[in-house]
Structures are given as structure tokens and as C-alpha cells.
């Protein structure tokens, strides 16, 4: 908190110098005003007509505005859909101290996120992790920079965004792919209001990480007739954040290892001893790392839309989006490797995971080393979109909706990462698992910014491009009858995707030429680094990267190797690469994906009443038919050379590469069931079943194979495979919600997921040339079920006198469970249900007379993350809770001030392996403080 008030006055002089901006700014318009919801079209649910406002029915004197009439629209939609559905309006997304959407999403119940670097990257929903959630912008596919098919939410921006709807439940219309849940994010329409309207908002934001202040300006311009007949609406955003973020981290745990627990120059082989001196197959550290990484994160998007309504039967609507996001990260590391072999004295617990362990001293050609790492992570992501809609009534029930989408995106990444080591000669390095501040720590060590011993060892430049493009066409049909058959949808919807990886890396033998710290350094190369890594100061040795280079190359550090036909190996490619290190294009490894969907569907509304109850229905199917085409390049392994000088280390030799191609194809049909009753004007049941698919993900769908070499034990070998099967999923919901009022409700769900064709990743040893490789391939083998309950409600307290009738609460509850647990006392244990975990939200806010304050609470029980992580062990994170505050005050009629705070406890990041004490990382997420003005016009 000291913090928070240190930076109060300069976030406020920067807030001020920007303030003469605004009227150049803009921000969603309906995220100043109020106005939330998604605006209805021919795909929304049936019988949902929600007014965007959140304006009161006719006859209703209460007029609601500000964060009740968000909650009101949302919790329209949400009542008047037939199946089960949560919403998000733009006041919630807008105005919130979100770094991006997923972090809004969080919010609704059932949904948690993945976080990357403090901001939200992926949703997970009922347990189901990013890839088994669809994810669609207006009502279309968007590409996505990673290798599959989840959605990378930290390259959109909240500011874009004016609705999001997360569908539980599925309908025979919606686009196949969401076993978790269909998420439809909206944008803002220009013709939702008559007029010209100018919004904006423009703030400064402090990370408390890197003490820094950075801008956040976004904006909205929308022109309309006043028949709203046509209009134009253009929006953006540019955000900027400056992090450095730390972390103690090990790598992972490598396991079976048998090593000389008492010091008698013997590796112990037998099980455990009574007396705990002996142990066969313990845990060692792969590593220890302290590490400090400096994130400039910029990202610049906006949205360009027109509505055209050319007559009472035709409309005409184009969308735009372009978002790009710019990250340049640069990692200082000191690390300590771990060699089996070395160590000379350890102490271990039931769980045989090693808890102390000293480590023979080094001499100049073998033993540990401090390793001053430099890395690289640049990120630089494009995504667009474009997209045509037409709307044509050629008769009063019939309607006829066509519509066409072109996405694309790019991103390149080449990384750098380099080691320079210390030899740890005449000392006995210890390592402590928990140390004075329960973290690993290594002691005993020689010092860390010694600049008269480093020793060149290793470094690549690797890295890759990919490319993403996803082309669509569907038309839709909906006939509106009235009777008890209200109404008929049917469609037709074509997919074409095509992913392309691209993998670049230091052509061989660049990468390892001095592996085993071969070659001294000189200390005028080197300069002290020094960081706070969690509480730690510590102080270790950076370089620049072309000074290095140049030394690499240079015939003081070549000639240093005795291999007289090794150096002259390494000169010709160091050459003929331009003197440098940089990465080239690789077949190995790279590989292009091509998709092709073709899907109809047909959807029966009915209604009618039973007694005094009402209901609603909506049953449906869906035929999916998916043609896969996969290419990539084979090549064999002829030959592994061990490094002398590394035991850790070895080079391989390959064949030259061959072109191979794969096809496979599927087809399904989909049924899905919603009912709705009625049972009073407040009381309202809802039963849904269907049948889900979610595709694999892309990136196992390639031909490419790669191998890792980390001997002793740590050598892996990975691949894809094109004829994998889509999940499928048989899927059960039932509710009961009780409304109190416009903006209150109580909610009780429960819901049941039976899984078919789970994709494991297939993990068993091959020996190739003497060395045990870890092969790990994916194919679809196992069933599972995922059931559970959420509980929620809303309220807000306008039955109270003044001035407690401006506070208003929501809280949600998401237990979630799986026939198939993960045990960590199972070595063996090949496939998990991974992500699941209990979820839990509280916000409390209070609004009245242009006074907005607002807190929320975000919890995520402990979860596995991934069956195979680091090392090819589990990787689980500890439970993380968050709390976020934001406030507004209006000025006048025009501008309001606000301020924002994100993890306001500055929660930490935790995962860990097998069981608690295995520490994979704890690391820090950073908070985050705003203050700034929105105006609008």
C-alpha cells in the first residue's frame, strides 16, 4: 500500500498532462454510458430481443443507469435465452481494471484464466482448458499466433470489446468446436445510436514491478442518420506496459535418479533404508534459476464498422478489426545445472524428493558452473479481421442471412539464448530445498559477478514464424411461423484454415562449438547485472549479445578448442553465415496444416403453455464433416557424438530432410436439446443435452519430429499425428434461476460432460546410438467424465433507504469434479482431465449520484495444469487468489475521473511438480495502478 500512495501524485501529473488529448481519444461509447448488451441479429438466441440500453419495458417508470443497467442487460439475455448462457456487458468489460478480456470473463461463473506474465492468455470453463473453448468475434472464427487452436486473449484488448456472451449449453447453430463452451465477443454497432458521439478515456498506469508510467488511450467515433438507417463507427486502443518480473525456478524435477546420498564414493542402488542413507530412483532439481525479465509490451488495435439498411428487407454490415501486439522481453538469468554424478552427499523425505545435496568441487574441465544466461522472447503478433454481413427478408417470416470472414495472422519470434559459466573450483556448492524464505537456494558458491573466470559454453538463436488463416462463408435461414412451432433455423457454414510453422535455429555446429566451457572469456566482454529476484539481491554477470558474437568467431576464443577439424568446421558455417549466429530456416520441425469444415445444421423452436407455466424449446443437429491435410518433412538420425567435455550435452547428425504428407478426415453429427419452462414470472427451470466436438490441436496435427538432447536422463523425443480424432463429449445441464428483480437473481446449476477419444500424449523409452530418449507422441486412447455444480447470485440493495441503496454484491461458486484423479503417488499415470478446479468470484460495488467504487475477488483452487510438463513430469499450480479495485467520479455532465488497481495484494505465481515441495516457479504477476478521464461527447 505504501506504494500505491508513493505513485499517486505522479500517475496524477501524468493523467493531467494528457488530459488535453481526450477530445482526440475515444473508448467504447456504450462503456461510458451504460448501454451493454450485444445488439441482436438473425444468429441470437431465439426469442431473446434485449434492449442495448437496458432501458425499462413500456409502462415501467424506473429508469436504470450506469453498472445496474449493464447487470440488467446481461441478466436479460441470460433470462431470455432458452438454454444456459452468462453475459458480460460493456459497462462490466469497459470500465474495469482488466488487462484484457479474459481477465472480464473470469468473472462470470465457471470460467477461470490462464495467466502469462500477469495477464490473462486463455479461459478456462467447467474445467475445460483454452483449447476446448470456441471462441468468436461477432459471430466468426478469429486466427490465432500460436501454434493451435485457443484463443490468445492478451492480443485483444477490453477497450474493443462491447459484449460477451459464454454459451454452457450448446444449439445446433452455434459453430462446433466448444466442449467447454462457445464464447461470442461482440463489438460495437454504429447505427445502436442516432447521432454523432465521441468517446474517450485516457489514464497512466504504474507497474509496481519496473516503476515505471505508461499511457493507456482508447477511443470511439460513431456517425449515424437519424433513422439510423446507415452509420460508420471507427474505434482504438494503444496500451503500453513496462514489467520486470522475477522468479526462482528449477526447471522441473528430474526423477529415478540414483546417486551417493552418504559420501562413500558409491551410488546407492538399493531401495530405502531404515536409517533414510540410502535411496534408489530420488528427485533431483533439474535446475536452480534466479531469474529477472524486462517485458515492454505495447499493443495497438482498433475496429472500423458501417451499417447500411438499404430498404425495409435489406441490410448490409462490415466489420473490421486489426489488433497488434509488440512484446520485447529480455531475460538475465543465473542458473546452477544439476549433474547427477556429482553430487557427493544428499538427505531426501518419503517422497524421495531430494532435500539437501552438496556437490563435488569443479575443476577447469568438469563439475557445476554458475551459468549467466541471457535470453530472448520477442513477440511481435498481427492479427485482422474483415467481415461482410447481408440481411434480406424476401418474405415477412422469412429471413435470409449471409455472411463472409477473412482472418490473418502473423508472428515472428526469433530468440536468443546464451550461457557464459563459472566454474565452481575449490568450493562445495550446497543446495537447500527450502531455504530462510521457504524457496531453493544454493550456497557455497564462488562470486557470481567474478569477471576473470567466465568460460564460453553454449547458445542458440532459434525461434520460428507463424501463420494463421482462417476463411469463412455461411448462410443462415430463419422462418418464423408462430405457433406452437415458433420458428425453423437452418444453415450452411464452410471453414478453410490453414496453419504454417516455420522452425529457425543457428545452423549446427554453432550452437554447441564450446559446450563444456570450453574457452575463457575475457572480462571486458562482461558487465554486473544485479536484481531483486523474490526478495533476493543479487548481483551476476550480462553481456551484449554482438560483442559476444564477435568473440565467438574471433581466433583468441577459436583457437582455445584443440579439435583442429572441429574449428575449421565451425569458421566455415560461422562464415558463411555472416559472421554471426543467426538463426536460419529449418525443415526440421516445420510443417503446414490445412483444415477444411463443412457443417449444416437445423434448429426447431417451439413454445407453448403448461398451466399457468410457459415453456421454450430448441432441438437441433449439426453434421460436421473435416478434411485434414498435413505436411511436413521426415529425417532420420544417423549418429549422436557425446561431448567430451559436456556430460550434459550432445550433437546430433541427421539425414537429409524429405517431404512427407498425411490426410485424414471425420464426420459427425451433433444433436443438442434446450428447454426452458417458465414456472412463474420469477422462477425459471432449464434441462439441455448435446453432443460436442472440439478438434485437436493443430500443432499435433503436424508431421514434424524433434529430439532434445539433455543426457543423462533427460533426452526427448516428440511428434505429431494427422489422423488424430476430435474430442467428443455427450453433455447433460439442468438450472434453476430465481429472479428478484431486473438486476437480481439466484442461480443453481449442475451439469455433466462425458468425454470420448481424449487425446494422451503416448510417453514410453527408445534408445537410439546408446542414449534413452523419452518419446512422447500424441493419439486418442482414453474416457472420462467431468461433472459438477455452480451456484450464484446477484443483487443489488435499492429496497434500502439512501444512501445505502447505491450497493450492490454478486458471488459465484463453480465446483467441478472428474472420474479420472490424478495421484501423484502414480508414476506411471499416462492421461488426466487437466485444468479442473473449484472457482470462486465475490464483487461488491457502490454506485450513486456519478459515484462508481468497485471491488472484485477472483479464486482458483489448486489444478494440473499438464500430465507431462517440465522434465516429463506433472506439472500442477498452487491455488492463486486475486483482488482488483476500480473507481469513478463524474465531473460533469461530460468527463468522469477513475482509477484502477489490479492485484492489489500483488499475488504470486506458483506451480510445483509432483507433489508440493517439487517447486516448478514462483514468480511474480506485478500489480497495477491506473488513474485517468473518460469523456464523452
Not at 568467431?553 to 577459436?558: F, I, K, M, N, T
Not at 529449418?586 to 449444416?600: A, I, K, L, P
Not at 484423479?821 to 468470484?841: I, K, M
Not at 522434465?871 to 482488483?884: A, H, L, T, V
Amino acid at each position: 500500500m505504501a506504494q500505491i500512495r508513493n505513485h499517486t501524485q505522479r500517475l496524477a501529473a501524468a493523467v493531467l498532462l494528457s488530459g488535453t488529448a481526450l477530445a482526440l481519444c475515444a473508448a467504447p461509447a456504450l462503456a461510458q454510458t451504460g448501454s451493454g448488451a450485444a445488439a441482436p441479429d438473425a444468429s441470437g438466441p431465439a426469442g431473446a430481443q434485449i434492449d442495448p440500453a437496458g432501458a425499462p419495458a413500456p409502462g415501467d417508470d424506473i429508469v436504470i443507469t450506469g453498472i445496474r443497467a449493464s447487470l440488467a442487460s446481461a441478466l436479460e439475455l441470460k433470462r431470455d435465452t432458452v438454454g444456459i448462457v452468462d453475459a458480460i456487458s460493456a459497462k462490466d468489460i469497459g470500465e474495469f481494471p482488466d488487462a484484457n478480456i479474459a481477465e472480464s470473463l473470469q468473472r462470470i461463473t465457471g470460467v477461470s484464466v490462464d495467466r502469462v506474465n500477469g495477464e490473462g492468455r486463455g479461459i478456462t470453463v467447467r474445467g475445460l482448458g483454452p483449447e476446448f473453448n470456441t471462441v468468436l468475434l461477432n459471430g466468426r472464427l478469429l486466427s490465432t499466433e500460436g501454434g493451435g487452436r485457443s484463443f490468445s486473449f492478451d492480443i485483444l484488448s477490453s477497450e474493443l470489446i462491447t459484449g460477451a456472451e459464454v454459451y454452457k449449453s450448446s444449439e445446433a447453430r452455434l459453430q462446433e468446436g466448444g466442449i467447454g463452451s462457445t464464447v461470442i465477443l461482440r463489438t460495437a454497432r454504429p447505427t445502436d445510436r442516432a447521432g454523432f458521439h465521441m468517446a474517450g478515456s485516457v489514464a497512466g498506469r504504474h507497474d509496481n514491478t519496473a516503476d515505471r508510467i505508461t499511457p493507456v488511450v482508447s477511443g470511439v467515433i460513431s456517425a449515424s442518420n437519424e433513422d439510423r438507417t446507415f452509420g460508420v463507427l471507427a474505434s482504438f486502443i494503444y496500451d503500453k506496459r513496462i514489467s520486470r518480473l522475477s522468479n526462482v525456478s528449477t526447471d522441473g524435477w528430474i526423477t529415478n535418479q540414483n546417486i551417493d546420498t552418504n559420501n562413500d564414493g558409491v551410488k546407492d542402488t538399493r531401495p530405502v533404508q531404515a536409517d533414510g542413507t540410502r535411496a534408489q530412483g530420488v528427485a533431483l532439481p533439474r535446475t536452480v534459476n534466479f531469474t529477472s525479465t524486462r517485458n515492454d509490451r505495447e499493443r495497438i488495435g482498433g475496429t472500423f464498422a458501417v451499417d447500411y439498411v438499404a430498404s425495409d428487407t435489406l441490410k448490409f454490415a462490415f466489420d473490421a478489426l486489426y489488433t497488434q501486439q509488440k512484446t520485447a522481453s529480455v531475460t538475465n538469468q543465473l542458473g546452477y545445472y544439476t549433474d547427477p554424478d556429482r553430487i557427493t552427499s544428499a538427505t531426501f523425505n518419503a517422497n524421495r524428493t531430494v532435500t539437501n545435496f552438496t556437490v563435488l568441487p569443479a575443476t577447469a574441465t568438469s563439475g557445476l558452473a554458475s551459468d549467466n544466461i541471457l535470453a530472448t522472447n520477442p513477440q511481435n503478433a498481427r492479427t485482422y479481421q474483415l467481415g461482410i454481413n447481408a440481411e434480406w427478408k424476401p418474405a415477412e417470416a422469412l429471413t435470409l442471412v449471409f455472411d463472409a470472414a477473412h482472418s490473418n495472422t502473423r508472428n515472428d519470434s526469433d530468440q536468443l539464448f546464451y550461457v557464459v559459466g563459472t566454474r565452481q573450483i575449490g568450493v562445495t556448492p550446497t543446495f537447500t530445498l527450502a531455504g530462510p524464505d521457504g524457496l531453493p537456494s544454493i550456497t557455497n558458491t564462488l562470486a557470481t559477478n567474478d569477471k576473470s573466470a567466465p568460460r564460453l559454453h553454449c547458445c542458440s538463436e532459434r525461434g520460428g514464424r507463424n501463420r494463421d488463416t482462417v476463411n469463412q462463408a455461411s448462410v443462415d435461414a430463419t422462418w418464423d411461423i408462430g405457433t406452437v412451432l415458433d420458428k425453423l433455423q437452418g444453415g450452411l457454414l464452410f471453414t478453410n484454415r490453414k496453419k504454417t510453422t516455420v522452425v529457425r535455429e543457428s545452423p549446427e555446429p554453432l550452437g554447441c562449438f564450446y559446450c563444456g566451457y570450453q574457452a575463457v572469456a575475457p572480462g571486458s566482454l562482461f558487465t554486473d547485472f544485479t536484481a531483486n529476484v523474490q526478495g533476493r539481491n543479487l548481483t551476476w554477470l550480462t553481456y551484449d549479445r554482438d560483442a559476444l558474437v564477435s568473440y565467438y568467431g574471433s581466433d583468441a576464443a577459436v583457437s582455445q578448442i584443440s579439435d583442429v577439424d572441429a574449428r575449421n568446421r565451425f569458421l566455415a558455417v560461422y562464415r558463411g553465415n555472416n559472421n554471426s549466429l543467426d538463426p536460419i530456416d529449418r525443415d526440421r520441425g516445420s510443417g503446414t496444416v490445412r483444415e477444411n469444415t463443412f457443417s449444416g445444421y437445423l434448429q426447431a423452436s417451439l413454445k407453448g403453455d403448461f398451466g399457468s407455466s410457459r415453456w421454450t424449446a430448441m432441438a437441433g443437429a449439426r453434421l460436421v464433416h473435416t478434411d485434414v491435410y498435413a505436411t511436413g518433412y521426415s529425417v532420420t538420425l544417423l549418429n549422436i557424438i557425446q561431448n567430451p567435455a559436456d556430460p550434459t550435452a550432445a550433437v546430433p547428425v541427421y539425414s537429409p530432410t524429405v517431404p512427407v504428407d498425411a490426410r485424414n478426415k471425420y464426420t459427425y453429427i451433433l444433436p443438442t436439446l434446450n428447454f426452458r419452462l417458465d414456472i412463474t414470472d420469477q422462477l425459471t427451470a432449464r434441462l439441455a443435452g448435446s453432443r460436442t466436438l472440439t478438434r485437436p490441436t493443430l500443432s499435433r496435427l503436424g508431421l514434424s519430429q524433434d529430439f532434445v538432447f539433455r543426457p543423462p536422463a533427460s533426452n526427448t523425443v516428440s511428434g505429431g499425428n494427422p489422423f488424430l480424432k476430435p474430442f467428443l463429449a455427450w453433455n447433460a445441464d439442468a438450472s434453476l434461476d430465481y429472479y428478484f428483480s431486473r438486476t437480481s437473481y439466484a442461480s443453481l446449476a449442475g451439469f455433466y460432460k462425458k468425454l470420448e477419444n481424449f487425446i494422451i500424449s503416448g510417453q514410453q523409452p527408445e534408445e537410439y546410438f546408446g542414449l534413452t530418449f523419452l518419446a512422447n507422441r500424441p493419439y486418442n486412447a482414453q474416457k472420462g467424465d467431468v461433472y459438477g455444480l455452480e451456484a450464484a447470485i446477484q443483487t443489488t440493495f435499492d429496497f434500502l433507504p439512501a444512501p445505502l441503496d447505491g450497493f450492490g454484491a454478486s458471488a459465484n461458486y463453480t465446483m467441478v469434479k472428474s472420474s479420472i484423479r490424478f495421484d501423484p503417488s502414480l508414476s506411471n499415470q499416462s492421461f488426466n482431465v487437466e485444468g479442473l478446479s473449484d472457482t470462486a468470484n465475490v464483487v461488491l460495488f457502490y454506485e450513486k449520484d456519478g459515484f462508481q467504487l468497485r471491488g472484485a475477488y477472483n479464486w482458483r483452487a489448486p489444478f494440473l495444469r499438464q500430465t507431462f510438463g517440465p522434465q516429463s513430469q506433472p506439472e500442477n499450480i498452487f491455488g492463486y487468489d486475486q483482488i482488483d479495485l476500480s473507481g469513478s467520479a463524474r465531473i460533469n455532465s461530460n468527463v468522469s475521473a477513475f482509477f484502477e488497481v489490479l492485484n492489489l495484494t500483488n499475488a504470486k505465481f506458483r506451480s510445483y511438480s509432483r507433489f508440493e515441495e517439487r517447486l516448478i516457479t514462483v514468480s511474480d504477476q506485478g500489480r497495477r495502478i491506473s488513474l485517468g478521464l473518460r469523456a464523452s461527447f
